[in-house]
């Protein structure tokens, strides 16, 4: 959901669609034959490079490049737009802007989006600070710069900003104090960060746990995850949490519906509890109603809902332990979306999607789900992917910005409100 940016390496992310949009199209061959059907390549064979990128999208795209990229991940009737950081350190935003999300010191404008503020090209964030990676939540936007501060801005419901008020703030506020952090994820209503020591903190919502602190209490401020557990990533969610720890084990916690938590369990857990299946994990991302992880070996994996085939495996069977996403490819990094979807990059720099369609997410040219990983129409070679709500960004290692799906408050960043069902190059800014 949201993107790869891990600590100094390379970064890898209405009149809404119904949530089951596309369930109905179900794929009627077995998992093989739909391989077989969509020209699936494992990376196992001998990789054969990604075409060049179209001459024209090269063009349209060329006006800002971007190294690393978040979308919005979870569904909301007024939130939902895309972050990213240029290869100067500068962070852009667009889509949505009802609640200041997009950082530009006010929640209206520059565009109109079917009524709601919106900006349908990048706009820069306020402030001058140069940024390392930023990811978004709902009706919100955090970062860490290039000196390990957080900042935050947008919607404050919850406390989601971690500057200790629940004030909306249209422009970039210091998160934490003066505590130093490698990375942040904000989800739907709560923030996640590691910081240089690689301890982890969260705040804002704690309905379910999803802060970690073995509490259900609210924070406007970052509270101390819970086990003194070393961290070396994690992923804010829905209303749960995913991490992994320095020696590379897994665990969740909060809200464990449909078994997001991979514990083998339905039950809620507002500490960390270990991933079930004894996985060394790298990565891992927690979505909506399901998760996904990379291990240290490039298998993927995915658990939880799978009533769209979200978790790969080939089936639309739900699971509570981590299950093998179909295919022998090496992932360097996966990204769960809200709308029932995954996406990942490989290690050869392939882009591949699975699950619901409805709205072009997989950007494979139609909306037909899939429950295996397939390729988006147009063959980029990718750095990062960021599965959205019901889109999806990316960016190329030539540092272009790709969008596709669902594009009604602008979140495709191409100067449009019209969906996309094949990857289109992000506009240079307003």
Request: glycine share 14%.
């Amino acid at each position: 959901m949201r993107s790869r940016s891990s600590f100094r390496r390379s970064p890898h992310p209405c009149r809404r669609l119904p949530y089951a949009l596309g369930r109905g199209l179900a794929l009627a061959l077995t998992p093989i034959l739909v391989a077989a059907a969509l020209g699936c390549r494992d990376e196992g064979e001998s990789p054969t490079a990604p075409a060049s990128e179209p001459a024209l999208a090269t063009t349209a795209a060329s006006a800002l490049a971007f190294r690393q990229i978040s979308t919005n991940g979870f569904n909301s009737s007024d939130a939902d737009h895309t972050c990213a950081v240029t290869t100067d350190n500068r962070a852009y935003c667009w889509g949505s802007n009802q609640s200041g999300e997009l950082g530009i010191g006010t929640n209206s404008g520059p565009d109109d989006c079917f009524g709601s503020p919106c900006s349908k090209r990048p706009v820069a964030v306020h402030g001058g600070l140069r940024f390392d990676h930023v990811s978004v939540g709902v009706g919100f936007s955090c970062g860490i710069t290039t000196d390990d501060l957080a900042y935050c801005w947008g919607r404050n419901f919850e406390g989601e900003l971690g500057n200790g008020s629940q004030t909306a703030s249209f422009t970039p506020v210091r998160a934490g104090g003066t505590r130093h952090f490698r990375q942040i994820r904000a989800g739907t209503e709560h923030t996640c960060a590691i910081d240089d020591n690689h301890v982890a903190f969260c705040w804002g919502s704690n309905n379910s746990g999803e802060l970690g602190d073995g509490t259900t209490a609210q924070r406007l401020s970052p509270v101390r995850v819970a086990r003194g557990l070393s961290w070396k990533q994690l992923n804010a969610g829905f209303a749960h949490t995913c991490g992994v720890t320095t020696d590379n084990h897994a665990y969740c916690w909060g809200s464990n519906g449909n078994g997001r938590l991979g514990d083998a369990t339905t039950v809620n857990r507002p500490k960390p509890a270990a991933v079930a299946g004894g996985l060394s994990f790298d990565q891992i991302d927690a979505g909506l109603s399901h998760s996904c992880g990379v291990t240290t070996a490039g298998q993927a994996y995915c658990w939880g809902l799978n009533s769209s085939g979200e978790l790969g495996d080939g089936t639309r069977v739900s699971r509570l332990t981590p299950t093998l996403v179909f295919g022998r490819r090496l992932y360097d990094h996966v990204s769960t979306g809200g709308a029932s979807f995954t996406c990942g990059v490989t290690r050869a720099g392939r882009g591949f999607c699975w699950g619901n369609n409805g709205a072009g997410q997989l950007g494979t040219g139609r909306t037909a789900p899939s429950l295996i990983p397939t390729k988006p129409a147009v063959d980029l070679t990718l750095r990062a992917v960021s599965a959205g709500w019901i889109s999806t960004c990316a960016v190329t290692t030539s540092n272009q910005a790709y969008c596709w799906g669902d594009n009604t408050f602008g979140p495709l960043g191409d100067g449009t409100t019209t969906g996309r069902l094949v990857p289109t190059p992000v506009a240079g800014p307003s």
